[in-house]
């Protein structure tokens, strides 16, 4: 089976403060992705990354830096930590092919930023 | 860029048949999903159409593709309170590489 872990199911930090969020998948996927999920917006991706050191920005990457230094592991920074920031994040991972591009998940952090 | 849209909500009756809808603006669809959301927990893969098929049945669930209208349909027969969740559609578009775009997400709430 698939396994991706996030490091953290919960994480309460401060505004200003520096935050890591760590994503571990075991299956040796090319492709990694960070989303955040907010009610009645669905998930929208911050980042993503195909190869290790690549990444690619999303649609809402403002405010967010990730860091692909193995293939196994995606983290993602929030440089300074905002209210607005307050969010599920979800990673997800998938292989390459020219077959259907299913992402399998990661059982999310919910951050709260006080 | 593409658009993948839900109605937020659905409730039906425990036994009864659930249909969730979802509509997207991008024709070069190449795949479809279905993704399911249970309380705290990711999202896994429920079932997912090819974009040139109609219609694919897996058990409970029948997933029907309209390309001309370019809408997408889960139904979940015999719906039981397990399958309180979020439902999420998906599509991958040519020229989207190896990315998802996500619909807005379906609560399905069942009663007794």
């Known amino acids: 089976d698939v396994k991706v872990t996030q490091s953290s199911r919960y994480l309460v930090k401060r505004t200003g403060e520096k935050v890591f969020l760590e994503c571990v998948q075991d299956?040796?996927?090319?492709?990694m992705f960070w989303y955040r999920q907010d009610p009645g917006l669905g998930l929208r991706l911050i980042y993503f990354?195909?190869?290790?050191?690549?990444?690619e920005k999303g649609d809402i990457p403002e405010g967010y830096s990730v860091s692909r230094e193995k293939k196994e592991r995606f983290s993602l920074i929030l440089e300074s930590a905002s209210t607005n920031q307050t969010s599920m994040y979800l990673c997800?991972?998938?292989?390459?092919?020219?077959?259907?591009?299913?992402?399998?998940f990661g059982p999310g952090t919910r951050l709260t930023v006080t | 860029g593409e658009d993948v849209e839900q109605s937020l909500f659905l409730s039906v009756r425990e036994g009864d048949s659930s249909v969730i809808n979802c509509t997207y603006t991008?024709?070069?669809?190449?795949?479809l999903y279905w993704y399911k959301q249970e309380p705290g927990a990711g999202l896994q893969l429920l079932t997912y159409?090819?974009?040139?098929?109609d219609m694919k049945q897996d058990q409970r669930l029948t997933v029907l593709l309209n390309k001309k209208d370019k809408h997408l349909s889960l139904r979940i027969a015999d719906t039981q309170t397990g399958d309180s969740a979020i439902y999420f559609c998906a599509g991958s578009f040519t020229g989207g590489g190896n990315k998802l775009t996500f619909g807005t997400g379906t609560q399905l709430k069942v009663e007794l």
């Open positions: 991008d024709s070069s669809s190449t795949y």
């Open positions: 299956m040796d996927h090319e492709n």
């Open positions: 990354s195909y190869d290790v050191k690549m990444k």
């Open positions: 159409i090819f974009s040139n098929m």
């Open positions: 997800a991972s998938s292989p390459t092919g020219t077959g259907g591009y299913e992402q399998y």
